[in-house]
Structures are given as C-alpha cells and as structure tokens.
C-alpha cells in the first residue's frame, strides 16, 4: 500500500532565503507525484506534479521538485522565498494500479518571516 | 470556468444530528472525491466516485457516513448520528478521470462542527 510521510511539519524561514519541504514515500508499483498548496482560508491547488520524463519538475509561483527513486523522494524547492509562499503544502502519491485514489501526507506548514 | 463547490462552507450540528454535505464538481469532470482534513493532519480519504462504477466506499470511517453521486454529477456526503470526533474541514475534489496521474480539483471545503 502507497504511504507518504512529510518529514517537517512546520518550516519557519525568513524571506528571501531557500526553502525545501522534505517529503518521502512508500510504493512497491510505479507512482505519480503531486504537490498541492493550501492558502489561507483557501482550497487545495496543484503546485506541480511528476509523471514520467524528466525528474525535476517545474511547477508555478518559482517552485520546483525532484523526483529519487532509489531514496523515494520527491522534495519541494524554492530558492527565494516570498511573504506570499506562507500556506501549507500538500505531499500526494497515487499508484499507477490504484486508479486515481492518492494518498497525501500530513501537510508541512511553511511560514515566511520578513 | 466555475470551480468545484461545496455548501454549506459552515456548518454547526448538534451531536447526534444528521447532516448533508453538498458537492457540485466542475463540468465533464467524471472522478470525484471526498477527504476529511482534522486540525493539523492531512487529508484523509473518505469515498471515491468515477463515472457509472461502484464507487470506493474504503475510506469511509464507519457505516454512520454515506456518498451519492446522482447523474454523474452532483454529490451528497451524509453524516448520521454525529459525533463530536466529526468535527472537521470535509473537502470535495474532482478530475477530468480517475486515472492515476489526474490532478485532482478541490472545493473549499465544508467546516463541520458538532457540539
């Protein structure tokens, strides 16, 4: 069965700095890869998502990831971060067998300090 | 193009209530889902909807909590006899199928609070 475990609940950071939100996950079949933001009093939207190719993938507002399968990761990167970033970030993993249940991590709360 | 969208946005309930939780999905969307997010967790799965096929019942936590989806559109989560470990943000989500590499669209999510 497909697990997905965020490494940090809460990344305070301040702005402008680089940013990684760690995320790993469990899968003994191939798997689809998603990050998806929260806002504040808003709903989930995709930031990016891997399906094949390439392993690092570009998503939107400067945010990009990179897919490991020998270490079953697929970490979150910024390089500078902005006021804006502050939401919590979603980790998702679906398995290519499991038609379109995913499973997601338990959130990793990123806060940007001026 | 409108969103998917969820009503009521809040909802206060007596414990041992019934309540009903609406989901519209975006047009031509066939897949749609239920999750329950608690204070500070993820998302949990509750039940999943694609097309005409039974649906996914395996998330749901026990037989009080029920799905509909009518005409491949709309849909219903009811919640009966509540209890206060209901409490929480239920979200709705929908995508254009239900294969696996489908993103999927979320509502805003139905605050649910039971006294």
């Known amino acids: 069965a497909q697990s997905v475990t965020q490494l940090d609940s809460q990344v305070p950071v301040f702005e402008e700095a680089p940013v990684e939100l760690r995320c790993n996950y469990s899968?003994?079949?191939?798997?689809?890869l998603f990050w998806y933001v929260q806002y504040p009093n808003q709903g989930l939207q995709l930031l990016l998502k891997y399906l094949s190719g390439s392993t690092l993938v570009k998503g939107i507002n400067g945010f990009e990831a990179e897919f490991n399968k020998s270490q079953t990761s697929f970490h979150l990167r910024k390089p500078s971060v902005h006021i804006s970033d502050t939401a919590e970030y979603f980790c998702a993993v679906s398995e290519d067998t499991n038609a379109g249940k995913s499973t997601f991590g338990d959130g990793t709360t990123l806060t940007v300090k001026p | 193009g409108a969103g998917v969208s969820q009503s009521p946005s809040n909802k206060v309930t007596e414990k041992g209530k019934d309540v009903e939780l609406r989901c519209d999905p975006i047009s031509g969307h066939t897949a749609l889902y239920w999750y329950r997010q608690s204070l500070g967790q993820g998302l949990e799965f509750l039940i999943y909807f694609q097309g005409n096929s039974a649906p996914d019942k395996s998330g749901l936590p026990s037989d009080r909590f029920s799905a509909e989806r009518t005409g491949g559109s709309v849909s219903t989560l009811t919640i009966q006899r509540t209890q206060q470990e209901d409490s929480a943000v239920y979200l709705c989500?929908?995508?254009?199928?239900?294969?696996?590499?489908?993103?999927?669209?979320f509502g805003p999510g139905t605050r649910l609070t039971v006294t």
């Open positions: 989500a929908s995508s254009f199928s239900g294969g696996p590499s489908y993103e999927q669209y």
């Open positions: 899968s003994s079949v191939s798997v689809y």
